[in-house]
């Protein structure tokens, strides 16, 4: 095991897969000379060269049209959209023509791609360059939806996103490119559509995603020390496919389910984990699903305000006492 | 690049007229696009095609000439006004004509429709309903070609609508920049939707006098004639199969009928109309060939043997039932199914 950064796990798992197979190609904006404007991608320009890990213009429509259509004859292409808020102008291109054309075609063509993306907030920049979109990407069918919260899920889910033959939307959150983590060494491999368990517990089944997963995972701790609460905490890692038995498994046996999501509130990827537990285990409950979420707002930039709207450790901990009462 | 002698235009100009086969070749390919159509168009009077459907009637010859210049590994990319494109490319006529009727026999099996038709194996890589997106995919495909040194172009077709949107716009410096073995080619019938282009558009020739802010050369070309299309077809897919790079040609044509189904085209005054319909450019090329020695006999019997293939596709697409239910819950993903979660 290797200690590396979430950042350093990005090149890593690019690096893997493009030994691997000669056909994965790599494309983005300033992702190739420049190492990537957040140091996801050093050394891959040197190691690969020119023809495969390719500098394109300020140009999203063309980067995942031409992502697209490398995917249909042959190649299996990363793309990177640098912000994730920059889905917005090339989102006809992943909507309408990713996601769709292999179903309109029956089957004839597969779209073999990942587009990568720095995704989410904490990072003081403002409501265009924070916001997080996952569930924009969650709720168009044929796309797959990937989120991961560490250096080692990064590496693991990324190699398999690229093996993946369908298109996979790949969220890094980009607070926590800095941190650190225990990763295997050599190839490593994780597998799409399986969530995990990050902390056994008995009394509430705490859910999240991404930069939410630490959170959680703090305020489980606070819970354990000062208040006798036993929290499980399910990190889903993946909202589609979505590893629905996993959820299901804890909330039958601690009865209690919050989620917590970064996302804006309505129609966040927890408001269908909630439809989910209601629809097919309500019998299991002992209380309300409790959502916790940023507002319905966008993300502000000053330090204070991001800090005061994201859901913090606290304010998870004060919903699940909240539920507890 | 000098706009005067560049090697497209040179090509137009020099051009030599193909020989026999290639030209009663193009008069076939285009009798077959035009039967099909109206035999569409037909289909709809009676209610048999539901939806919508954007018929490419007048512009055979753009479509016959490509279709005949490309490889048959070559890519075509083209827009919602496509069945004419993908039939070019050897794609089954009742595959077709059952798609637009929704049957089982039908080119998708009913879940495309009209506006998506696409048969991979045949280099059709399918037809998109929302202007200009198509156009980066084919830089994409492109790019996978010359990646792959397979030799394989790529040819992208949309109307001159396409060329005052953003993704034309990014594909046409993307490929130019990557150098691309792809061709654009804008169709301008002259009007967008109900439109004239002129009313919208800064430049008088939509995508020819964009060109040069893409470092490629101005090409406007006579979309009605099918000997000069072969022509230019040729000389462009030559320059990209041999890395000279992507091409940008504009042809003028003009559709004989509206936009789309629901569109009669009282819009276009009936001076134009008529004498648009005056260069329709199947009875002058059946003209030009009588004129050039081929014997009326030959052009009769292609046109009874087009005729003959339209009735018998026609009849076939009738004959097959409704798509299976289950269908719909097909090939969302890549092994067949459309599961979401465990």
């Given at each position: 095991?290797?200690?590396?950064?979430?950042?350093?796990?990005?090149?890593?798992?690019?690096?893997?897969?493009?030994?691997?197979?000669?056909?994965?190609?790599?494309?983005?904006?300033?992702?190739?000379?420049?190492?990537?404007?957040?140091?996801?991608?050093?050394?891959?320009?040197?190691?690969?060269?020119?023809?495969?890990?390719?500098?394109?213009?300020?140009?999203?429509?063309?980067?995942?049209?031409?992502?697209?259509?490398?995917?249909?004859?042959?190649?299996?292409?990363?793309?990177?959209?640098?912000?994730?808020?920059?889905?917005?102008?090339?989102?006809?291109?992943?909507?309408?023509?990713?996601?769709?054309?292999?179903?309109?075609?029956?089957?004839?063509c597969?779209?073999?791609?990942?587009?990568?993306?720095?995704?989410?907030?904490?990072?003081?920049?403002?409501?265009?360059h924070?916001?997080?979109?996952?569930?924009?990407?969650?709720a168009?069918?044929?796309l797959?939806?990937?989120?991961?919260?560490?250096?080692?899920?990064?590496?693991?889910?990324?190699?398999?996103?690229?093996?993946?033959?369908?298109?996979v939307?790949?969220?890094?959150?980009?607070?926590?490119?800095?941190?650190?983590?225990?990763?295997?060494?050599?190839?490593?491999?994780?597998?799409?559509?399986?969530?995990?368990?990050?902390?056994?517990?008995?009394?509430?089944?705490?859910?999240?995603l991404?930069?939410?997963?630490?959170?959680?995972m703090?305020?489980?701790?606070?819970?354990?020390?000062?208040?006798?609460?036993?929290?499980?905490?399910?990190?889903?890692?993946?909202?589609?496919?979505?590893?629905?038995?996993?959820?299901?498994?804890?909330?039958?046996k601690?009865?209690?389910?919050?989620?917590?999501?970064?996302?804006?509130?309505?129609?966040?990827?927890?408001?269908?984990?909630?439809?989910?537990?209601?629809?097919?285990?309500?019998?299991?409950?002992?209380?309300?699903?409790?959502?916790?979420?940023?507002?319905?707002?966008?993300?502000?930039?000053?330090?204070?305000?991001?800090?005061a709207?994201?859901?913090?450790?606290?304010?998870?901990?004060?919903?699940?006492l909240?539920?507890?009462? | 690049?000098?706009?005067?002698?560049?090697?497209?235009?040179?090509?137009?100009?020099?051009?030599?007229?193909?020989?026999?086969?290639?030209?009663?070749?193009?008069?076939?390919?285009?009798?077959?696009?035009?039967?099909?159509?109206?035999?569409?168009?037909?289909?709809?009077?009676?209610?048999?095609?539901?939806?919508?459907?954007?018929?490419?009637?007048?512009?055979?010859?753009?479509?016959?000439?490509?279709?005949?210049?490309?490889?048959?590994?070559?890519?075509?990319?083209?827009?919602?006004?496509g069945?004419?494109h993908?039939?070019?490319?050897?794609?089954?006529?009742?595959?077709?004509?059952g798609?637009?009727?929704?049957?089982?026999?039908?080119?998708?099996?009913?879940?495309?429709?009209?506006?998506?038709?696409?048969?991979?194996?045949?280099?059709?890589?399918?037809s998109?309903?929302?202007?200009?997106?198509?156009?980066?995919m084919?830089?994409?495909?492109?790019?996978?070609?010359?990646?792959?040194?397979?030799?394989?172009?790529?040819?992208?077709?949309?109307?001159?609508?396409?060329?005052?949107?953003?993704?034309?716009?990014?594909a046409?410096?993307?490929?130019?920049?990557?150098?691309?073995?792809?061709?654009?080619?804008?169709?301008?019938?002259?009007y967008?939707?109900?439109?004239?282009?002129?009313?919208?558009?800064?430049?008088?020739?939509?995508?020819?006098?964009?060109?040069?802010?893409?470092?490629?050369?101005?090409?406007?070309?006579?979309?009605?004639?099918?000997?000069?299309?072969y022509?230019?077809a040729?000389?462009?897919?030559?320059?990209?199969?041999?890395?000279?790079?992507p091409?940008?040609?504009?042809?003028?044509?003009?559709?004989?009928?509206?936009?789309?189904?629901?569109?009669?085209?009282?819009?276009?005054?009936?001076?134009?109309?008529?004498?648009?319909?005056?260069?329709?450019?199947?009875?002058?090329?059946r003209?030009r060939?009588?004129?050039?020695?081929?014997?009326?006999?030959?052009?009769?019997?292609?046109?009874?043997?087009?005729?003959?293939?339209?009735?018998?596709?026609?009849?076939?697409?009738?004959?097959?039932?409704?798509?299976?239910?289950?269908?719909?819950?097909?090939?969302?993903?890549?092994?067949?199914?459309s599961?979401?979660?465990?």
């Amino acid at each position: 095991m290797a200690q590396l950064s979430y950042r350093e796990a990005v090149a890593a798992a690019i690096a893997q897969e493009m030994r691997r197979d000669k056909n994965v190609v790599f494309l983005g904006e300033d992702i190739a000379a420049a190492g990537g404007v957040f140091k996801t991608t050093g050394g891959l320009l040197e190691e690969f060269g020119p023809l495969r890990v390719r500098d394109t213009p300020i140009a999203e429509q063309a980067i995942l049209g031409a992502a697209a259509g490398a995917a249909m004859t042959g190649l299996k292409p990363i793309a990177e959209i640098m912000f994730s808020d920059f889905f917005a102008v090339c989102w006809d291109i992943v909507v309408n023509q990713i996601a769709k054309t292999r179903f309109m075609s029956d089957g004839q063509c597969s779209f073999p791609l990942v587009i990568r993306s720095a995704n989410g907030g904490g990072a003081r920049f403002g409501a265009q360059h924070s916001q997080s979109i996952e569930n924009w990407a969650m709720a168009v069918p044929g796309l797959k939806v990937v989120a991961p919260s560490s250096p080692a899920d990064i590496k693991g889910l990324l190699a398999a996103a690229i093996q993946d033959p369908d298109p996979v939307l790949f969220f890094e959150q980009k607070s926590l490119y800095g941190i650190k983590g225990e990763v295997p060494d050599g190839d490593y491999v994780d597998q799409l559509g399986k969530a995990k368990v990050l902390r056994e517990g008995t009394d509430v089944t705490i859910v999240a995603l991404a930069a939410m997963v630490p959170r959680a995972m703090k305020a489980a701790e606070t819970l354990a020390n000062e208040h006798n609460i036993s929290a499980e905490v399910i990190d889903v890692r993946s909202l589609v496919p979505l590893d629905v038995s996993t959820i299901f498994a804890s909330v039958s046996k601690t009865n209690r389910l919050v989620t917590v999501e970064e996302n804006p509130r309505l129609c966040g990827w927890g408001a269908e984990i909630s439809s989910l537990v209601a629809e097919e285990l309500f019998w299991d409950l002992e209380g309300p699903i409790v959502r916790v979420t940023t507002p319905h707002i966008p993300l502000p930039s000053a330090d204070i305000l991001e800090d005061a709207v994201m859901p913090s450790p606290q304010r998870i901990v004060d919903n699940v006492l909240k539920l507890a009462d | 690049m000098n706009d005067s002698i560049g090697p497209l235009n040179a090509a137009v100009q020099n051009a030599t007229v193909p020989d026999k086969d290639t030209r009663l070749e193009l008069y076939r390919s285009m009798q077959a696009c035009r039967m099909m159509e109206q035999r569409a168009y037909d289909l709809f009077m009676q209610n048999l095609v539901k939806g919508t459907s954007h018929l490419a009637l007048g512009q055979e010859a753009i479509a016959a000439a490509f279709g005949a210049a490309m490889r048959a590994d070559d890519y075509t990319f083209c827009t919602y006004r496509g069945h004419n494109h993908t039939l070019v490319r050897g794609v089954s006529m009742t595959a077709i004509l059952g798609e637009l009727m929704g049957r089982e026999i039908g080119l998708l099996s009913g879940k495309g429709g009209s506006m998506h038709l696409m048969d991979i194996e045949k280099g059709a890589m399918g037809s998109y309903a929302i202007i200009g997106a198509h156009m980066p995919m084919a830089a994409g495909a492109a790019w996978s070609a010359q990646y792959r040194e397979s030799g394989q172009v790529a040819v992208c077709f949309f109307g001159d609508g396409t060329t005052n949107i953003g993704a034309f716009h990014e594909a046409l410096n993307f490929a130019a920049i990557w150098n691309l073995p792809v061709v654009y080619v804008c169709e301008n019938n002259l009007y967008m939707e109900y439109t004239p282009i002129g009313d919208v558009t800064a430049v008088e020739n939509p995508a020819a006098d964009r060109a040069s802010a893409y470092g490629l050369e101005r090409v406007i070309v006579d979309g009605n004639d099918a000997d000069l299309m072969y022509a230019i077809a040729t000389a462009a897919l030559d320059k990209a199969r041999s890395g000279g790079g992507p091409s940008l040609i504009e042809v003028q044509t003009y559709r004989h009928g509206g936009h789309s189904r629901a569109d009669p085209g009282k819009y276009r005054p009936d001076e134009e109309v008529a004498a648009w319909k005056a260069r329709d450019p199947i009875p002058n090329y059946r003209q030009r060939l009588l004129d050039d020695g081929i014997d009326a006999a030959t052009l009769d019997a292609i046109e009874k043997e087009q005729s003959d293939r339209v009735d018998a596709a026609d009849a076939a697409a009738q004959a097959s039932g409704p798509p299976p239910l289950e269908i719909a819950d097909t090939d969302v993903w890549a092994d067949g199914g459309s599961s979401w979660r465990n």
